[in-house]
Nanobody, 115 residues
Framework: QVQLVESGGGLVQPGGSLRLSCVAS????????MGWYRQAPGKQRELVAT???????NYADSVKGRFAISKDNAKNTGYLEMNSLKPEDTAVYYC?????????WGQGTQVTVSS
């Protein structure tokens, strides 16, 4: 069994920064890829960023230049560094991980950008 646990969300003012973490635990041989998604109230879940085991990254246009995804293979942990946050970044942020051909999701962490 694999579990993903996100942390690091909270309330931040516009222009501020937050760093989200996603820790994978359980029966993990290797993590093929990790990703961050978000879902705002009344909207569909959308891709924020992904990173492969080789370090290749992909970002939604709305976050390019402001967000950075990374991972620590030794710790089975993924990160999402979010800078220059805007009110429209407000959402529940979810991480996922592709592990041995199965996709796992975390429970989500709330990010609220407001003055």
């Amino acid at each position: 069994q694999v579990q993903l646990v996100e942390s690091g969300g909270g309330l931040v003012q516009p222009g501020g920064s937050l760093r989200l973490s996603c820790v994978a635990s359980g029966d993990i041989f290797s993590i093929t890829a990790m990703g961050w998604y978000r879902q705002a109230p009344g909207k569909q879940r959308e891709l924020v960023a992904t990173i492969t085991s080789g370090g290749n990254t992909n970002y939604a246009d709305s976050v390019k230049g402001r967000f950075a995804i990374s991972k620590d293979n030794a710790k089975n942990t993924g990160y999402l560094e979010m800078n220059s946050l805007k009110p429209e970044d407000t959402a529940v942020y979810y991480c996922n991980a592709l592990i041995t051909r199965s996709l796992y999701w975390g429970q989500g962490t709330q990010v609220t950008v407001s003055s």
